[in-house]
Every structure is written in C-alpha cells, then in structure tokens.
C-alpha cells in the first residue's frame, strides 16, 4: 500500500514538472516574444530585444526552468506581462470559482447519475432503454448550447435565476449560490450522463456477480442484496468516473465561465491566451495541473479504501 | 466442464435469434442507432463539403431587411442578425470542424495505434515506458494546455487540432494497449511467428483486424469529442473569424440575442448536437450496445404452470412418498418458449441421506439442483412436474415465499468458491449478516457464532478468516467459508452444486469428508451434484443418473455403482479413472464417442441410443412404458436383455476407436416429451 501511495505520488511530481516543461518549450517554440507583447504593436525591434533581456529571456532554458520551479515552491508564479498584476494571487481568487462549480456539478452528476444508472439497471426493460437513449443524447450536446438553453428557461422564461455574473460568497451567499446554479446544471446535464452509463453498466455487472446468486441462496432481501451489496461492488468504478469527470468539469469551466462571465480560471486562461500573456498562461497551466494531480491521488485514495484487493494489497 | 449447463441454458435463454436472411450490411447498420448515426453524419459530410455547390445564399450576403428572420420559404432555417442565411451559413461552416475532427483523429491513432502494437509485442519494459509518459500526458488538463497552445501558435485551427490529438493519442494508446495485448494471447498469433511471418505482417494480418471494432468505436466517439471541441473553441473565439462562418461562434451570437430572436440559438445547436449524437450512437451501435431489455421479462406467468403441477400431481400413480423430506415427480425445466432442458425427472431423499446426480456436462443435473432452491437463471423457469419439500409443494410458490425458505431450509453450496463471496465485504460481515437474520441474535452474539461455525468447519484460525476478505482466502478455505455460511440458517437440505470441482485434489478430499461429517452429526439431508463418480462413490447414499435432461438410472449408490443396470451408467464407470484398491489399473479407459444432445434436438425414443454400444433399431422409437428393474428404475428397454447376457461397457481395442452404433437419428426438436 505505501510502495502504492509512493508511486502515485512520484507520477504526481511527474506530471507537474511536465507541465512546465511542455509550456516552457511550447512558449519558446513560438516566434512571439515576451518583450513584444508587453511593449505591443508598434514598439521598435531594438526596445524589444533590450526588453526581452530584461525579462532574462535570453538566459538558457534550464536556468529559466530552474528558476521558475525554485520561484514556485515559494509560491511564486511571477507578474502579468499585460498589466503586471501578481499572477499568483489573481489565481488564488479564481480558484475557488472553478473549483465551486465544478465541485458542485460533479456532485450534481453524482446524484441524478447513480439514481438514473440503478434504476435503469434494476428496471430493465422500457426504463432502460429510455434512459440509456437520453443520457446518450446528453453527453453529445455542447455545453454552451445546454447553458444558453437553460438561460433561455430557467431565467427567460421562469424568472427563477439570473441569467450571468458573479455574486462574492462573503457579500451575499444567496446570491452566490443562484450566480452557480445555472453554470452547475449546465455542466452536470453531459456529467450526469456519463455518471449514468458508467453506474447502468457497473450495476448490471454486480447484479451478474456470482456471489449475487450466493445471496440470493441465502434468502437475502431483494433490497439488500441490491443497494447494499451490487451497489457496494457498483461503487469502485462510479467512484472512479466521478473524480474523472470532477476534471473533465474543471477544463470545460472554460466555456462556462466565458458564457456566464464569471471571474474563474478558465477565463484567466482564455484572457491569457488571447493576449499570449506567456506568465500567465504557464500559471494557469501549472495550478491546474496540480488540481488535477492532487484528485487523481485523491481519487486513488479513495478507490483504495473502497476496493478491498487494493486496500489490503 | 461441470459449468457448461449454466451457460448453455444461458445461452440458449439469451441469444436473439437471428434474422431469417442476412442482406450483407454490417451488424451496427441493423439497430435503430446505427442507422440514423451512419445516415446522419454522411448528410452532414456530404451537405458540408458540397455546400459552395449548392447553397441557396452565400455565406456572407446581407439581407437587412430580413434580420432574424423565423424560417420562411426563402430562408428554410431563417436568418441571423445581419440578415445572413443560415442554412447556407450552417453547412458553409460544417466542413471546417468535420476535416479538422478527421484530422485529430488521423494524429490520434497514428500515434495511439502503433505505440499499442510496439508495447504489446516488445514486452513488458517498453510497455512500461510507454505507459508512464502516456500516464503523464493523459493527467494534464487538456482544454487548458490547448488554450495555451492557442496563446503561442496563434488561432490557427488545423495545427491546434493536430496538438489536441497529440494530446489524446495518450487515451487511444491505453485502450488500444489492453486490446492488442488480449489479442496478441491467443495462440494463433504465436503460430504465425513461429511460421515465420515477420513482425509487420504479424501485426497487420493478425493482430489489426481483431482490433477493428474497438478502433471504429474509439474513432466514432472522439470525432463526436472533436467536434464538441472545435465548435467551443469558435465559441470562444479561436475560430475562423468573421464574416466567416463558425458553429460555436453562431451560437456565440445566437447567446446575444435570446431576448430578442431565441429562434437563433436553435438551428446551428441543432445541427451540431445531432452530429454529435450521430457519432456517439454509432460508435454504440459498433459495439454492440443496445439498451438491454435485459429484466423486462422476469415476471413468470404463473397460472399455467400451476394448472401443470396439478395435471401432473393428479396423474401420477406414485403416492407421496411419506417418509421423503424431499420428493421431485416429473419435474421439467424449460427455457421460457424455448426447448426444455430437463424432462420428467423423479426421485425421492430420506431425511439424513446423500443423494447424488450425476451425469456428464449439459444433462440438465445443474438445472435440476437449482429449480430445489427456485433459483434458475433469467428465462428459465420449471414448466411441469412437482417437487414437494417436507410435504409442501414449491413449485409455484412466489418469489418472497422461495426467498423465505432460503438458508432457513435449503441451502446451496456452488460450485465456485472463490467467486461465490461477495470480493467486497469481510467474511465476518458476510457471516453476521444471515446469522442476525435468521438467528434474531445481536451483533456480539453473531459474530461468536460465526466463529463458532468457522471451526465447525475445520477453520483453525476463524478470528483471522473473520477479519479477512474473500480474495485473501485459498479455494478450499472459501470453500470451507461457503459451507459456513449455509449453515448460518440451520438448513434442513444442502444442496450443493459441484462442490469439489474447481479444488486441489487433496483439498476435495477433504471438503467431502467434512460434509461427511457434517451429514453424520447433523441430520443434514444433501443433493450433491457431481460429474465425478469418485465424489459420488464417497459421500452418496442414493444415486440419479442423469442423460440429457433425464434421470436415466437410479437407486441406491451401492446397487447402481456395483451393478450397473444402465448404458450409460455402465459407459461412465467404466470412462472413471478411480480404481478400487486392489484391482489393476486398466490399460485403456474406456470412453463414450459422441456428446451429449444439446436441448432441444433430442432424438425421440432412447436420447443415448446414437451414443450406445448395445443399442438397436427400436431404441429410436418412443417406447411406451419404462421397464421396471430391481428396486430403482432404469430407463432403458433393453435393460433385462443386457442384464440377462451380463453385458460390460468395455474399453475399446486399439484400432476399434470409432464406435459403430447406429446412425444418429434425425434430431426433432420439441418432440422429446
């Protein structure tokens, strides 16, 4: 279990290095440079190459990946080349926002996902068949369409939520709670479907074990035998396909937050790209590298706790 | 082999039955899903690429007068703020995500693919090295590196899809690796190696066409992903800019103005998430998928069946046997509208006896062992006949009225140990369970007896098996666990299913001298079901033969095993391999030519006849009466005549290997009763 844990962690480290490496290569790849787009349009070879060694862009690349990393673990994930704000602390505010909806809609898909995927499962028959063919159709829709859609309901027409924007939890959490409501839905109508085939299938599978037929020999409640044993068995892989689905939700906050212009991540990353704002970009890539790192080994902890073979492994 | 009847019946039960006449087209063009997938995506393909062709207005033609026009005669979809078409706007825009979708793809599997078949044929270090870095690539946040990507390389769409299936050729290559690997198993790709095929051809030959549904699967889904993709990235604005048309930036637009046009959303969403859904119902239909209707017909029709136990009680001379715990008269199981699986079969357990069915693979013992405990699997139901426990009749009864009688009074032992406990629960809990249940006891109090029962079992260590899991435990301990557990309720009846098969030899010795035991000090009554004669010399009192969904001999287990009154009981003495102490290990074994009739096409008359040494012309026609023998009864018209000349299944004479019985006669489905 800790050789486990300890391999896990090492591809954990791994990936995040990578990260950095991808980008850093990525951002020196390209023929823009740092100095041209902080001087922008206009501005004279000569102040951009003097800009570009201010910067220390024309350091070796190892010294520059060294020192970023060494900046890092301080916390530190320097200054916007656009308007010079500290990119570290404009990230700390956004993180919450994206980690809020997409928490909230994982949660969301959870729920609606495991009741659906069980019933289809236990049902059978014209209940399955309906709700397989609907959550196929829901994981196929666009997001942003869903989103527009669901304003065009729930806030058009219905008058129950506002239709964009972004209430602080500390001034009002009612309203920030309504400001989420829309954006949730619209991420976990495509989660939920998903949550629904992966519960359906694993279901179905537990409900074929043989030792569902042990239970059964043993006169064990229809009840019991479902909820507590085949959903018990069902748990490892919803349980899996909800962390997954927590990060599939926390990339696509990206056009959620643009649609409903809410002040998270993903929008940070679309400014930044927009701009080729390089710190930036390579910020917002490095904490979301780290918050899909850190539920990956959440997520393993978990199943690990779940699955007797790995638990005791 | 003892699991075969399971999954024959299983099968039979389960496979729909195909279509009269094939018409050549693929399988997934046959479902509903497939279908409209197949239809929709190639409309949309040809529409999009032809669209200059045919297009009623060119993309970018203002028609202020009309703007936001609601769907008209001139403009079938309406049209947008400028007054532009949007049906012409719409396909104009379709080929842009439909090539770069195709474009990801190609980068995809053309990375995913070979990087698969290089780890499943160098072995597991190079599998490894590939498997970490793809680990790596797979764990990084993709909709955010491709935005960076966006911010150095420029909005620039076919290279940053060509990235984008850089990215995910990671997700191809884990799914393409398990299938390579399974297919790379199977013998026949080690024959082509060892004929010499190099390892191109190897691959190209062998190994790629095995995996070409999983790829056409994999395909289908990420081209609906790609698309999704492409339009959110136009949504953004990394698209084509204006006045070209883009998906995701018209719904962009479209966002504008719900107030005002919501009609403007619908047509370009519309025709984006149907293409969408298009990929993604196809690739379901590639593999196979449908909605199972699976459970829908679980309810079993009742009324009919207990006018049959009744017609079959009141026909049947035998009187109630009384001192019988459990008596079955003229039980059938059949697959519901489908062949039966057991016919007529009768016999009788006295209370503290083991009575063993024995029988060869898909002879209907499994089926029979299971409709005691109204346990049999979905689509299979008891179609005839009466078992009466304790002077109760079961078939019939409700399925809470069987579940009531579970474990309390019958239990069942299967034949699998290690997969017959729940992997997810600890023994303690499993064995607490039914003990609280069924003993009204609490949960200190469960968890002492269940030790108890451990060691009644011959678990030593029961504290340490308690706190175990079922994976942590070998075969013959589970086994031990299995038999634990059905005596949790104080059953009368053991029923158990093979329980010897899947053990060590030494482990099966053991096991059955623990029921041995259990018999002697319980009063217990078994069935045993088992295909080998050794168990059944061992532990039974009493004896069914059984041959394709008949008991063909039975009586006590002295007098069938000694004297053999039957051909077939006489054919598998003869095949068993145990040999009495003291007598010469025989040269050759003797042998049955032939399997067993599957269900469903068994021949009228004598179902052994085609396998039987002694059979003759009128054992293939329905005989009228079954001939009396001895105590027990044999199913067999020939029976005094071969007790009469003493005859012996013997072992064939080399050179005499194909047995010369009669043709098999023409198999008639349904005529077997």
Redesign the interface.
Known sequence: MLAYIARRLA??V??VL??IV??FL??H??N?TPGAVRLGPGATADRIAAENEALGWNRPLFTQFTDYVGQLLQGNLGTSLIDGRDIAADLTDRLPVTASIALFATLLSGVVGILLGVAAA?????T??????GS??A???????VG??L??LLS?QLGWLPATGYTEFSTDPVGWATSLAIPVLTLAVGGAAIVTRTAAAGM?EALA???V??????????WRIRYV?AL??ASVPVVSVLGIQF?VL???S??IE??FALPG??QA??V???????PA??G??VV??V???IT?LLLDLLVAA????VR?A | MSVLPLDAADEVATEPVPPARRRGLPAFLRRPGGIFGATWLTFVIVASLTAPLWRPYEPAEQDTANALALPSAEHWLGTDPLGRDLLSRIFTAGSLPLLSSALMLVVAFGIGLPLALIAAERGRRVEQVISRLTEVLIALPATILLLAVIGVIGNRLYPVMAILGVMISASVYRVLLGVAQSVRQRLYIDAARVNGLGSLRVNLVHVLPSMATVVAVQAAQLFGIGLLIVAGLAFLGFGPGEPEPSWGFMIQDASGYIYTAPWLMVPTGLVLALTVVAANELADAIAGKVAVAGRAGRRRRRGPLRRAVAAAAAGTAEAPDPAAVLQVRDLSVSVDDGPDLVTGVSFALQPGRVLGLVGESGCGKTMTARSLLGLLPDGVSVSGGSILWRGRELVGLSEREMSALRGREIAMISQEPMVALDPMFSISSQLTGPIRRFRGVGRSEARKIAAELLRNVGIVDAERVLKSHPHQLSGGMAQRVCIALALTGEPDLLVADEPTTALDVTVQAEILSLLRALVRDTGLSVVVVSHDLGVVADICDDVAVMYAGQVVESGTAEAVLDAPAHPYTMALLGANPHVPEGEPVPERLASIAGTVPPPGSWPTGCRFASRCRFAQERCTVPFPELPAHGAGSVLCIRVDELSRDHAVWEPEHAGDEIATPLAPPAPVAGVSR
């Open positions: 591809l954990a791994g990936t990578a990260a991808i980008t990525l951002v790849a390209g823009t236990v049902r059978g028959g014209r399955a068949q309906g709700i397989t063919t196929g159709v994981l196929s829709l666009p997001s942003f369409w527009i859609l304003v065009y058009l179905r074990q043989e030792h037929r042990t239970l059964r020999a043993m006169g064990t409640p229809q044993h018990r068995y990060i926390f990339g696509g990206v056009i643009n649609l991540l993903g990353s679309q930044a790209a927009v701009s080729s704002d390089f970009l390579i917002v890539v979301a590298t918050v899909v790192v990956n779940l699955d007797p073979k005791t």
